[in-house]
């Protein structure tokens, strides 16, 4: 039986919202990245092809992007990769001791009829 | 190390053999020669000069259409050379020199090298294998030739054995050096008077024709209106009858004190009224002028001299207009006299420019193709021409359909084949497998159109004849047998298609003088002069561009000065002082490739800093930015002041002072005379063809040409929005971004909208 | 585990998790004449604007970079916060793919429909009819499945105490099902907690009708006498009632019409023979009909406890990956429900008795009388509510066989609907209502195009027929955002509840066989009869499906496909690029094919009634009482697991009591049980144990600790519905199919060699 206290799990449960929040913004900066490299990539292409003069601000503003995105997506995929398996690794703690975090975002026995163990919104309101 | 001494020993030897052996040949060859000495050293080949000079020389390699040496294969191989001669022309005598190698292990005595003209066994040359490489000079009778096209024929029959040899074995071959043989000839003065009739001849394409004309006008003010006006009719009458050979037009003024003596080439053509005629021609020489009218006299010595004249400077005009369609097989007597119609005005009509239109189907008897049949065992090639229009615009997915008519007769064997090619793109390949021969009746075979470019394209069906391949070398058939037809009731269809063009594209200038050749034959726009010296180069423009778009273009006026605002659809020949004007300040001529270095106007080389080398830009060295590069003000990015040199320089853009989509072409040279030259070189075959891009430049001679995309595109279409749409669309897809966005955000919110009001519904009850 | 909180004292259970989207009292505010004009505007602006945008025509080099831009915009917009029902960016999301598909339609509307010879121009159309087809089912789906309604959970318990509760009368039609099976489902109807006076159970026995009884065959009138019989002792046994009627006209609905003329409840609950119900089942339902009395249906998910025949025979997942049905029912019931047009499913629902005798009780017109008379009391204006809680616990098919038997029933039933009750046109149905409806009825036409899409690519492989006239690029232009924009639309609407490549195999497998029904219904509305779905069996050892055959016709014949592309592709070097792309396409089908052929044998499954995973604890009475922990559970058995280290290990064959709490009974229920087997397990040491009750009371429990608990069901669920990246079920799908393909040759050789195959039991119930 592992014990754990309040306290503990209280830190728990920050690093976990941390880590669930850190791969929301992960996963959209790693999106964000790879669509923005495609889309100024297939843009200084199409222009090399199509209208090879003109357009100036569509030809600085791609090779911009291009420049920005570059080294943003390996950034985000690796810090997506972390938060990944930190997070998979937060819940693995709370499943080994047969809880789990439900949609409203509290701590709860793994059941059907699940009790609530920790709710972070009720414990700040009622200290 | 012993072992090494004597295999060198024994090579040493072998070589100084070999090297005896080849000696003797060559000098021994050297002797045959019986004929006028020919010149120690032979003219390089001028390209593009088919028609040369009364004595002269041109090499065989300019009526081949394949570069590089001829060479004729197996059993029985031939070519033929197909030379245009004037029929004004009157040849003294002809000598044909032959530069030839052929194989070693032909037999001497059953080995031949046959030369026909117009189909007349001239000259047989023994192949002897002792002396494989050999020259041969065999005259070609002058009463042999006649005007117009003459077949020379070089035909082989190759034996390497007495008997039971393979017709198609790889040693039976002979290669002739078509760049080392040459014709040479002397033409001499045409004996009867000249009549309008010869004036075809006269200026036809082939060996006699002229080259080169000076047109005479008034000088003065008064004759500005036939300068204006007249002189480009003349210009492209001369240059059609050229057909596809280049025409120099020079022009000089008369004035009272005389015609000007030094006048280059056999004809002179004068323009002008009776009044002005009589100041400098004699009486004898004046027509009887009794409308618009056209007169052409010999002037002794093989010089001639047409007359274009009216009682008015509009009959003047007329009769300029009349010599372009005047057709010369029916106009036998030496003066013509063109009535005018009621009104006069109506366009030309659109005689031999047909282009296909879009949405038609044509029987290729229709676009001038008859039925060809070939014979025998070979090679061959069938052309059909595809011309097409300049503007032709459709969907890229649409299809071409071909229906083909044609039949193959029996006993061909293996390899003989049937490859379908437009232009030089492969498109589909048929084997003619069934022994007992084979016809088909509309046989489909469906291309992309977008392997169809504006002006001539050519359908191409290349045929290999091949006897069947029987057993043993004994067993061999000739192959007289076997024929291959295609017949001109074969169909094409074309898709549906609108009028429009991405311009300015000088490739499309080149192939159909779009958009100065409206595409009914009227004249789009005005050829501006600098300075009245500019007149001949402009005429031999206007004249090359008549043979581009196969047919006179009405209404094209040469005005010498440069208005201000130089606005409209306009054609400008200047130097590059008198492009020195303030309102060409923004012709943003740029001449980096990718990112537009805004440039001022050519004139702006005349001032230069450094050397006079026009520097190209680059994606690369616009990332690279190397610090070597002068500062950039400001958003002219680089200013760059140099003289053209020896070069002439044209470009195409949209007219800035023009309203909507009118294209201002500039051809700038330093001075008058360079520009002609340059003029004169870019109107030859080799030059023209090679046009593409917005911007060309090249020097002496069309050497070291330069074409560039500078100037941005824009979308010229004339009857179909839709179509029209779909170009500018294409071209910049972010306006469709920007409609999809706004819509799909003002949707998003309606739907929004409407599911928050029912949601609130679902509360009231719920 | 001991967590000391200050909280878990005072949390006795936890609020219902699922935030409620409806709540009391808030009066809409009625749209004001100025915002009205606005959205008139706003329309008369937005519906020419995007027809502009969709029909505008491209080169395909301006259309692949339009359509990389809309791509990129969707990669992110699917990053962020969208699974909020009806919120902007999903709309924005679904309505940028829905331009995607339009402009794809209408660019191969209006350039690639012209072949050069007549048959390849009708193949190209009857082609394009097909994506036609696909396109406006998912645009439909989009618009039904953008706003899925939560609903809050109310029970009786939230009413007013002075409501007067209404009277039930469950009515279980059964034809040919087993008793046992009947036992378990009565027990369970009777256990529902609802006051016992105004609760009435029937069993509705169709195989022991009197005129099965008077057949002229005497075995078949004995085996239905005997049948009337036995039924009628449990009945009275369990305290149900039980009824019959005269013959058997108009199947389960003419059963049920019967069955009303003898019940006078307000309420009637349908249940079938293999639906067991949970004890909150009224609870739970009941108050909606109170609260609202336009309200004439309360429809509940068929949670189904053991996997189909497809997911048994070849995804072998049915405890992880979302099964067949969670699609219909957890995503696309909670859309129509927002647009009032969530329709009757035959069972596990409850129906308002006035309205139903005020039409005649259930039509009888269509062979799916539960859609037809949902259709008709919508279009009087009545409304239905659909929960999303699964309180019935039912029985799929076992075999494939009985699959598709089933299917081809739905299809023909709803293609009955869409030509007899023509929904698009019945009266009183709104606009929504009506894409509801259609939205549900047109999808099971899916039968056509996925058999054109198969033989599509086969007619110009093999016939030479150009079915697709597109250059490469504007397949990359025009095509492939197309299938980019489809899969991100389903992901987003379904990704929780139906993977990606699963959908395929499934209509693949219902084609073959739809097909044909569904032909014969479009020939005549009236002619398909209702034919039984047979269940419960029980395989002794696995053999190839007899439906089997026409699944090697098309697999032969997408082979010969590919021979025929290798042959065009080395022969003809015009339309190379052409044939690339249809041997992409043909391999697709080939893919799906072959995962068809891994569902065809049939698996071995010797359990009778299925078990399920219970997450609960109880004791072991021996002695001093061993804790443990109920593995799985069902309403035979159970498997407990218990420590090694424990005193008195009981052993093979011993009698034992079990106590398990009942939380959704309130009290903890004690059965005694057999020890069948003993064997170690994850480190614990399991116990087999059969249930071998001694009292009445004692089997009841067994039904209610096994049965009767909804958030058991609704546990397990969630559990198996979640989202997975397309490359994961990809290879999920690759690694599944191939030993299947293995299978089938080793059969096909053991079947050639033995003369004839073991024939299984086959037994069938009444659905």
Sequence with gaps: ?127 | MSNLFRPCAIFAVFLSVCLVCIALPVRRAAAVTDGPESASSLPDAVLDDVTVRPKGTVPLSAFSADPGPLRLRDEAGEQNFFIPLARTAVLRDVILTLRYTNSVSLLPDRSVLAVRLNEATLAQIRLDPAQPAGEARIRLPAEMWRGGFNKLTLAVIQHYADSCEDSVAPELWTEVDLSQSHLSYDLGPLARPVALSDLGALFSPGLGGQRQVTVLTPAGPGADGLRQRALPYVAQALALRRQYAPLEVLHRDWTAAGLPADVPGAVQVLVGLPQDLAAVLPPQALPVVDGPQATLTDTGGGHSRLIVTGRTEEEVIAAARGLTLMNDALTPDSQVTFPRRDGGGGSLPLDGRISMEGGKSYRFQALGFRTATVRGKGAYQISVPLPMAPDYYTYENAKVVLKLDFSYGAGLGAGSILNFRINDRQIHGHAMDNKNGASFQDYLITFPVNLLKPGANALLIDINSQPPVSGGECVGSRGRHLMVQVSDSSVITLPEAGKAAMLPDLARFAASGYPYVGGDGRGAGTVYLGSADLIGPALTLTGRMAQAARGPVDGLQVVVGLPAPLSGQALVLATTAQLQREDFGPWAVSLSKVKAWPYRALQDLRTATTGPELSLGGLGGLLGGTAAKPALPDEEWMQQKSSLGDKAALTAFRNPAGQGDDLLTVVAAETPAVLAARVNDLIGPGLWGQLQGDLAVWGKGGQDLLTLQVSEHYQVGRDNPLLLLRLILSANPWYWMAGAAGVSGLFTLLLWQMIRRRRQNFMGKS | MTVQTRLSAAEASLPDASSPDLSDGQKPAAPSALSRVWSWLGWGLALPGLAGVVLVPMDWSGQMMAMIAVIAALWVLRTLPNDEPGSPLRLLVLLLTAIVSLRYIAWRGLFTLNSSTLISTALAVILYLAEVYSVVISLLGALVNSTPLRRPSLMLADLPPETALPTVDVLIPTYNEPAEMLEVTLRAALQIQYPADLLRVYLLDDGGTDAKIAQVDPENAAAAQARRTTLQALCHRLGARYLTRAENSHAKAGNINSALAHTDGDLIVILDADHVPTGDFLNRTVPWMVKRPDVFLVQTPHFMINPDPIDRNLLQSFRRMPSENDMFYQTIQKGLDFWDSSFFCGSAAVLRRAPLMAIGGLAGQTITEDAETAITLHGQGLKSVYLDRPMVAGLNPETFTAFVIQRMRWAQGMTQILLLKRPFMAPGLSWFQRVGYMSSLLFWLFPFARMIFIFSPLAYLIGGFDVYNASTMQILAYTVPHVLAGYIMSDMLFGRTRWPLISEIYELMQSIFSLNALIKVVANPRHPSFVVTPKGDTMAEEFISPLAKPFYGLFVLVGIGFIFGGWRLWDDPVTRDMTMVVLVWNTLNFLTLTAALGALVERRQRRASPRMPAQQTGTVLTGAGVSCDIDDLSAGGARLLIDPSAPQIPRKGDLIRLAAPAPQAGRTVMLSCEVCSVFPLRRRLALGVRFVPATEAEANDAVVLAFGDSARWQFFLDRRVRPIAFTTALSMIFGLIWQPVLLHARMLRAAIRLPSCLQTRQGSTHE
Excluded: K
């Design chain 1, 1 to 127: 039986m592992v014990v754990v206290t309040l306290d503990e799990l209280a830190v728990h449960m920050r690093s976990l919202t941390g880590a669930e929040q850190g791969l929301r913004w992960a996963r959209r900066l790693f999106s964000t990245g790879c669509a923005l490299f495609y889309l100024a990539f297939s843009t200084l292409v199409f222009l090399m092809q199509y209208s090879p003069v003109g357009q100036i601000a569509l030809f600085i503003g791609s090779l911009l992007t291009l420049v920005i995105s570059v080294p943003l997506i390996p950034v985000a995929w690796l810090a997506r990769r972390r938060l990944w398996r930190q997070r998979n690794r937060l819940h693995g703690v709370l499943f080994a001791q047969g809880l789990r975090v439900d949609e409203a975002g509290r701590v709860v026995t793994n059941d059907p009829h699940p009790r609530l163990i920790y709710d972070r919104a009720r414990l700040s309101g009622a200290v």
